[in-house]
């Protein structure tokens, strides 16, 4: 069923040594600057860039050789040498570790607090066997956070802080798996299969490959769809000729099983990923490509029945939620609505902010305008159409997620490994003349350091440093059972432990009418919204408070005059008072006198 | 006769046997989870992987570990519906599992 595009004759055999060996040499060097690089990179430069800002001269050439030992790899090494691979292997490693490493290796702590808080879910149900909705509704979905406590807890209290650190990079590195599994049923050409592993890589800035249930739905889908396309594959037409289609239908058991499983072990994970599951699998069916003519339905029904009964807690009361129709400040936000705000909202910033939006929005344009074309080129091709339907199902299926903010970055991720494969196959098309590898080696580094702005831009706030980890751990190992605790905002190594001993709430999930506190007597609601919640603690860090600007529209520096009133004389006492990390403490009795305003123009 | 059940099945006995020395062996705890871990998520891949026939390297990395996660992931999900959950409990069902999941595919081999 597969289609050679872009296969050339092979070189002789001193060219192909000749390759091998500038692929690896250019490798090596790029492994050396990076190594080098990493002794030189000073952290306080990272600003709304991200780390593009602090990346030295070197840390740069390393990925331009990364890339450009990519490109030779793919062009000039012939694919019957052992060394293809090997190299393929090496250069894309490259990659990933300047791309995803970096940031890994130089902290003193590891990034992503939501990460964090997954650790809190693993920490509770090894500690409790527990998964208490009523603690919070994303236990509803405990597979992952279960799998996580028997994983890590067999020997004792899970030890989770060094799986955040490396998670990304090792995502990064084994989706290319399923990946390369998929597209081989679709890419005959292995060049063109090693070029759309780069353009993955590269075109991965959606940032959702952190420690959570939905990278490792995300590996889970990816492995169902290949296993049905290599184990029940089929080459017969698609439901256009419904009858035929039908009749080439097999269900070989075992392979039916596994994927049935994998589709369960998803489905108890996470609440998105089997949406984007059944729209992959809908595709394959459909058209033809596998003969399990009716797994979609199983994926379905598995779906269905843990959203109804397991799901409750997500949407019992909020039926709206199901088609996509939001609350906020008391008003029904649509479809539409969420997938403009997704767009918009995020080109409102100013200075630095509005670069690394445009960086995001340009990058996925960039993806899906060479998707489109590679598929109207190979429109000829059943592979690359159904490459290029692939790549958009995910975005049919929006509306079926209930998920606002988010929906639209899981659809790009779930749509990138094809686009990836139809724009690897795009790239074959380019003749292999120096001059033209030159201009896509500057080309895909363009794009790789856009990649690197859009990824890590905007998210100084998921920087944390070691002095503040071990502050929440201590802070979580003295304070008492039942104590009320208020943070700033959720930006922080936040409830990794013993989630289930004290009551959480953020300032940033307050309640105001519109673009959070502004005005008059902004700092008078703040305080009269803190005293109605009556917190025993109160934790403060300049990040969790940054986010609650960028994410939630409060004004920049909107945290300044509560946290004067709080630690003025008559209110709170600073039991941790440091520029990084405030934690204040409140006497039972306290509450904010009425008509303290320190208004917030 | 195809051997490759037999061989998975060998290899996930010794893992097994060594998460079990390991666990009561005095080391730190951050070793022997991860060393419990691995031979968890290794065992369970290749209870996914023994039931089908040989395959390419990508997606039979991609089974073991996708088995790896996926079968760790049911088995806990069964023990907390029940209300019957402990992380050993859970390690110990997993191992099981993967084990008779195995050597079913050997006698299914065997009776071929």
């Known amino acids: ?601 | 006769m195809n051997r490759r059940p037999q061989t998975f099945a060998r290899i996930a006995m010794v893992l097994g046997i060594v998460a079990f020395i390991v666990h009561y062996l005095p080391l730190s705890d951050t070793l022997q989870s991860q060393v419990a871990a691995a031979a968890l998520i290794v065992m369970s891949g290749l209870s996914f992987l023994t039931w089908i026939p040989r395959q390419r390297i990508d997606l039979t990395c991609s089974m073991i570990i996708a088995g790896g996660i996926a079968l760790p992931v049911l088995v806990s999900s069964a023990l907390l519906i029940l209300n019957w959950y402990t992380p050993d409990r859970a390690a110990m069902g997993t191992g099981l599992f993967a084990l008779a999941s195995l050597f079913s595919s050997v006698k299914m081999e065997k009776m071929r």
């Open chain 1, 1 to 601: 069923m597969t289609t050679a595009i872009g296969e050339r004759r092979h070189s002789p055999e001193s060219s192909r040594e000749r390759s091998s060996t500038v692929a690896l040499s250019i490798i090596v060097i790029g492994l050396v600057l990076w190594v080098i690089s990493l002794f030189s990179i000073d952290l306080s430069k990272v600003n709304g860039l991200g780390f593009a800002a602090a990346f030295t001269p070197l840390t740069w050439s390393a990925l331009v050789l990364a890339i450009a030992g990519s490109l030779v790899t793919v062009y000039f090494v012939p694919t019957t040498s052992a060394n293809f691979w090997r190299l393929m292997v090496g250069a894309l490693s490259l990659v990933i570790a300047v791309i995803h490493g970096t940031p890994m290796v130089l902290e003193s702590a590891p990034r992503f607090f939501e990460a964090y808080n997954h650790v809190g879910f693993i920490d509770y149900i090894a500690q409790t066997g527990q998964h208490s909705v009523e603690l919070n509704n994303r236990l509803s979905w405990f597979g992952a956070f279960g799998a996580g406590a028997t994983l890590s807890g067999t020997a004792g209290l899970p030890h989770l802080f060094g799986a955040i650190r490396v998670f990304p990079w090792l995502f990064a590195m084994v989706i290319l798996l399923p990946v390369h599994s998929i597209l081989t049923k679709f890419v005959a050409d292995q060049r063109a299969r090693a070029a759309a592993l780069l353009l993955f890589i590269i075109g991965n800035w959606i940032g959702q490959d952190y420690f959570s249930p939905q990278a490792i739905a995300y590996f889970m889908s990816m492995t169902t769809v290949a296993l049905i396309l290599h184990l029940a594959p089929s080459s017969g037409p698609s439901v256009r000729r419904l009858k035929a289609w039908w009749s080439n239908r097999r269900s070989p058991l075992a392979p039916l099983i596994l994927a049935t499983l994998f589709t369960v072990a998803i489905v108890l994970a996470h609440q998105l990923s089997p949406v984007m599951l059944i729209a992959m699998v809908l595709v394959v069916v459909l058209s033809g490509a596998t003969s399990l003519r009716s797994f979609w339905l199983i994926v379905v029904a598995i779906f269905l029945t843990w959203f109804t009964v397991g799901g409750y807690f997500f949407w019992g009361g909020h039926l709206a939620l199901l088609f996509g129709v939001h609350q906020e400040s008391n008003q029904s936000v649509g479809l539409t609505t969420i997938i403009a705000q997704n767009l918009t909202d995020r080109l409102q910033h100013g200075g630095l902010e509005f670069f690394v939006a445009i960086a995001r929005v340009g990058l996925a344009g960039v993806y899906l305008s060479l998707g489109a074309w590679s598929t109207w080129k190979g429109r000829r091709s059943r592979e690359l159409r159904i490459l290029g339907v692939l790549s958009i199902a995910p975005f049919f299926f929006l509306g079926a997620t209930g998920y606002g903010g988010e929906a639209l970055l899981r659809a790009v991720f779930f749509a990138l490994p094809f686009l990836s494969g139809l724009i690897g196959i795009l790239m074959l098309r380019v003749k292999p003349k120096k001059m033209t590898i030159i201009a896509l080696v500057v080309a895909l580094s363009l794009l790789a350091s856009v990649t690197e702005i859009a990824r890590y831009g905007n998210e100084k706030f998921e920087r944390i440093s070691a002095d503040q980890l071990s502050t929440m751990e201590w802070f979580y190992n003295s304070i008492p059972t039942g104590s009320r605790v208020l943070y700033f905002g959720n930006a922080a190594p936040l409830n990794f432990t013993k989630i289930q001993d004290s009551y959480s709430n953020y300032m940033c999930y307050f309640h105001f009418d519109k673009d959070g506190p502004k005005g008059k007597y902004a700092n008078d609601e703040i305080l009269r919204q803190i005293g109605s919640f009556a917190p025993d603690m109160i934790v403060w860090t300049p990040e969790s408070a940054d986010f609650s600007s960028h994410v939630y529209h409060f004004p920049i520096g909107w945290d300044k005059p509560a946290l004067s009133y709080l630690t003025s004389a008559g209110n709170g006492v600073l039991v941790v008072n440091r520029p990084d990390i405030k934690i204040i403490s409140f006497d039972p009795s306290w509450s904010p006198r009425r008509g303290v305003s320190g208004s917030h123009a």
